[in-house]
């Protein structure tokens, strides 16, 4: 069973641009908990500014909620971390832990001996608190492969859920991180590997998926893809290609992931691109008269995702260049939709649909058809009889 760690509130807040007000956070929140999601990561704790927010934001989801922060090497951040134990019993102390040369000599002008003292120290005392703890390593992907596996040594001598293997810079491929995570798993270590992967070359699906099979056990995600830079691995393109490519198991149902992101979308004021596949507006919409033709005589023709699992409905959108194939589809969609329908009146919706699209984007067959209602229909006086003029 693969693991999903929701990071919408947290890394995905990183974007800019966005609503990030607490208001807002815990409208995802509350969003977030009809999805079965195993764990949220909810905040950074290092200030009391951020203790008293991760507190409010734990009040609101409820001790039955697994809720991680993320914290630095530095004991007073720990130790303030530690203390959310008495707001939320199944808090998870995250330790962010930067593990590539570049960043541990040029960000944090130390030195790898320091860092692992450092790393050992932290465990050991939140292991003497008795609280569940996991491992970031931050930009793992670019660090030295001896030295890293030093690191993930002295991790698996500690009682840790979750070591993270993050490719903070986006910079690995499928085949360099699906060896990387094999090499990991096949040490047998006593933790679950994790992955939390950013898009900076496009890859942050494709690496998810590489890491899920060679052996992780959780993936850290977040709604929309929205993430710093390029973004993070989206929630809704790793659980299509589980469900669709592997048969492996997830919490996550897919029929209420669209809903749930179109939710969220309008909760932090956010519009994905057109082209997203699964929740992106043009994701199930077919405009060409071949494909057109093709969806009329069977679905599976031009649509290898059903929208239905995801809970959305096909869009067969029309344009004024498509062919007969358009045609058949209109008509066969209007006798659908609207039975009373007569085959002149459908001629002549069709002929105004095709004229209103040269001038109004995005406009559909059901626009056309109640926007022709409204300017052509027969106003009769007594108001018992209403029907569309023949011609107009």
Do not use: W
């Amino acid at each position: 069973m693969i693991k999903f760690q929701d990071n919408t509130v947290r890394d995905g807040m990183q974007q800019r641009n966005l609503r990030k007000d607490l208001k807002t956070q815990l409208k995802i929140f509350d969003l977030l908990k009809t999805t079965n999601i195993h764990s949220l990561e909810v905040g950074m704790c290092t200030t009391k500014e951020d203790f008293q927010l991760i507190s409010e934001k734990s009040t609101h989801l409820g001790e039955l909620q697994k809720m991680v922060v993320l914290t630095r090497l530095i004991p007073k951040d720990i130790e303030l971390t530690c203390k959310l134990v008495n707001v939320n019993k199944n808090l998870v102390v995250k330790l962010l832990v930067p593990i590539s040369t570049l960043h541990i000599l040029k960000k944090l002008n130390s030195t790898k001996e320091n860092m692992l003292a450092k790393l050992q120290q932290s465990l050991n005392y939140i292991s003497n608190l008795n609280i569940k703890v996991d491992v970031c390593l931050e930009d793992a992907t670019r660090a030295d492969e001896t030295y890293l596996f030093k690191v993930l040594e002295l991790c698996n001598n500690y009682n840790i859920d979750y070591v993270t293997i993050a490719d903070t810079v986006g910079c690995s491929t499928p085949e360099e991180y699906g060896a990387l995570i094999k090499k990991i798993y096949d040490c047998n270590y006593s933790f679950g590997i994790s992955i939390h992967c950013h898009n900076d070359m496009g890859l942050a699906t494709a690496n998810t998926i590489a890491g899920i099979l060679n052996g992780a056990t959780q993936v850290e995600t977040t709604f929309l893809g929205i993430g710093e830079r390029a973004g993070n691995s989206a929630v809704d393109e790793i659980l299509c290609i589980l469900n669709k490519k592997y048969n492996i198991k997830t919490d996550l149902d897919l029929k209420n992931i669209y809903e749930i992101s179109k939710l969220i979308e309008d909760v932090i004021g956010y519009t994905s691109s057109p082209l997203k596949p699964i929740i992106g507006k043009n994701a199930f919409i077919h405009e060409s008269g071949i494909h057109q033709d093709g969806m009329l005589k069977d679905k599976s023709m031009y649509q290898y995702i059903a929208p239905e699992d995801f809970g959305k409905t096909t869009n067969i959108y029309d344009s004024p260049i498509s062919g007969i194939s358009s045609s058949k589809i209109i008509a066969t969609h209007l006798k659908s939709k609207f039975r009373d329908l007569t085959n002149t009146e459908i001629v002549n919706i069709e002929i105004f649909y095709r004229n209103i699209s040269k001038i109004i984007n995005d406009v559909t067959i059901e626009d056309a058809y109640h926007l022709f209602n409204i300017i052509f229909l027969e106003d009769v006086k007594n108001g018992s009889d209403y029907r569309y003029k023949d011609k107009f």
